[in-house]
Nanobody, 116 residues
Framework: VQLQASGGGLVQAGGSLRLPCAAS????????IGWFRQAPGKEREGVSC???????YYADSVQGRFTISRDNAKNTVYLQMNSLKFEDTAVYYC???????????WGKGTLVTVSS
């Protein structure tokens, strides 16, 4: 079982990025897939999650700017991030649960840097 997050990079405030979380060894629609982030000097926080039945959840800080989606054919979950802010700068991770303490599998993080 593997998750691979990618798509990070440097973007100006107000810009957009899309982060794919590609899964192997299991089917993404059988699991809840969560996106989390950790900024320098801060604790990891939940950003968004999509459950096996397609329900989606967002942190208040990203509501209306980020969209999580799933492509079953590609076995990939995406995090579309629009209107990026400096405070969105963090390493972003995907994992196999909406709750970080319950996630069995984590992808390696991808760094998102938003310049102000």
């Amino acid at each position: 079982v593997q998750l691979q997050a990618s798509g990070g990079g440097l973007v100006q405030a107000g810009g957009s990025l899309r982060l794919p979380c590609a899964a192997s060894g299991f089917t993404v629609d059988d699991y809840a897939i969560g996106w989390f982030r950790q900024a320098p000097g801060k604790e990891r926080e939940g950003v968004s999650c999509i459950t096996s039945d397609g329900s989606t959840y967002y942190a208040d800080s990203v509501q209306g700017r980020f969209t999580i989606s799933r492509d079953n054919a590609k076995n990939t979950v995406y995090l579309q991030m629009n209107s990026l802010k400096f405070e969105d700068t963090a390493v972003y991770y995907c994992a196999t649960n909406c709750v970080s303490s319950r996630a069995d599998y984590w992808g390696k993080g991808t760094l998102v840097t938003v310049s102000s």
